[in-house]
């Protein structure tokens, strides 16, 4: 088993920055690939971004490239997402995830075999 505890999370005016953290621990030496995902209110989990173990990154194309950075501490077993450039549409509820299968970065949410707890970001405007 997989634990994964998020932090950082809060509230931020629009135009700044937050950084997440993702510590995982149990058998976090078997994770492959850490991603990161959102939920606001009323919709779907959507992946944000992700990395494996080799230091291959993926972002979602439409909203958050160019703003957000995924990187990874394998040493730590934590993942991180800085975040820039924030607007209301990045308020949500933020999850980190984990998969031990080796293979492509992956987006979907049915991907990951284990979860977080998930942290707030709320982006005020």
């Known amino acids: 088993q997989v634990q994964l505890v998020e932090s950082g999370g809060g509230l931020v005016q629009a135009g700044g920055s937050l950084k997440l953290s993702c510590a995982a621990s149990?058998?976090?030496?078997?994770?492959?690939?850490m991603a990161w995902f959102r939920q606001a209110p009323g919709k779907e989990r959507e992946f944000v971004a992700a990395s494996d173990w080799t230091g291959g990154t993926a972002y979602r194309a439409d909203s958050v490239k160019g703003r957000f950075i995924i990187s990874r501490d394998n040493a730590e077993n934590t993942v991180y997402l800085q975040m820039n450039s924030l607007t209301s549409e990045d308020t949500a509820v933020y999850y980190c995830a984990a998969d031990t299968t080796p293979g492509p970065l992956r987006p979907g949410v049915d991907e990951y075999q284990y979860w977080g707890q998930g942290t707030q970001v709320t982006v005020s405007s």
């Open positions: 149990g058998h976090s030496s078997y994770i492959y690939i």
